[in-house]
């Protein structure tokens, strides 16, 4: 977790962050103590291997175009519009997943559930937080005017998790449950809180490394 944290290549952070998971799955496999636990784990390891293949196939297409995955010279490379979409698009799909945002939240119930209590801590503690760290340091400033298309699906999609979420955690009785799903709701509120402050024309998250003025668009046009 600490070396993903400092890395700045988006293949070396693809391959630790998705190493990741691999102590978590046995730990949810081999110490979990309800009788779910198998499937919890797998169901855990394969949402987030699925959910990162998009990221890997957009890493190596970035990788075909500039020669090159160091970040700091990334931030300098002007993609096309459509290009950052399709870019946005698969990275997305990598880090919504490990947020989680609704409908991909499902493997985080059953994660909670089943894993033994220090697994939960883990899980709720550090591993959702790759997801909203993944947009901070890849996406928003890689890819911003895709990120300014994008912005109004990602306030829809977070309202929906936040409402979802946060009714389905009254109806819980289990205390591991109702961390599961309120995790979800504040999860999905920090992604709302990232997106508005990328969505300052001015912000300096969009403006670190780009010297063009992003611009909103409508996707697929």
């Not at 190493?19 to 797998?42: E, L």
């Not at 409908?103 to 994660?111: D, F, G, R």
């Not at 955690?169 to 961390?179: E, P």
């Not at 979800?184 to 992604?191: F, I």
Request: contains cysteine.
């Amino acid at each position: 977790m600490i070396a993903v944290s400092y890395m700045l290549d988006p293949l070396l952070f693809y391959i630790l962050s998705e190493s990741v998971p691999i102590p978590m799955f046995i730990i949810i496999g081999v110490w979990g103590s309800r009788q779910r636990k198998i499937k919890a784990a797998y169901q855990f390891f394969l949402y987030n291997l699925l959910g990162s293949i998009f990221m890997l196939l957009a890493i190596l297409l970035i990788l075909l175009q500039t020669g090159t995955t160091d970040l700091q010279i990334l931030l300098t490379t002007e993609f096309s519009e459509r290009r950052q979409i399709l870019l946005w698009i698969a990275f997305f799909a990598s880090f919504a997943v490990k947020v989680p945002m609704v409908p991909v939240h499902i493997w985080l119930p059953e994660a909670h559930v089943e894993a033994p209590t220090a697994g939960s801590v883990i899980l709720a503690g550090i591993l959702l937080k790759l997801g909203t760290y993944g947009f901070l340091r890849f996406s928003i400033p890689m890819f911003p005017e895709a990120t300014l298309c994008f912005t109004p699906f990602i306030y829809t999609l977070s309202a929906i998790a936040i409402i979802y979420s946060s009714l389905t955690t009254l109806r819980q009785i289990d205390l591991k449950k109702i961390i599961a799903y309120s995790s979800v709701a504040h999860m999905n509120l920090l992604t709302i809180g990232v997106f508005s402050r990328a969505a300052a024309i001015r912000s300096p998250i969009l403006s670190y490394g780009h010297t063009s003025k992003a611009k909103t668009c409508v996707p697929g046009v």
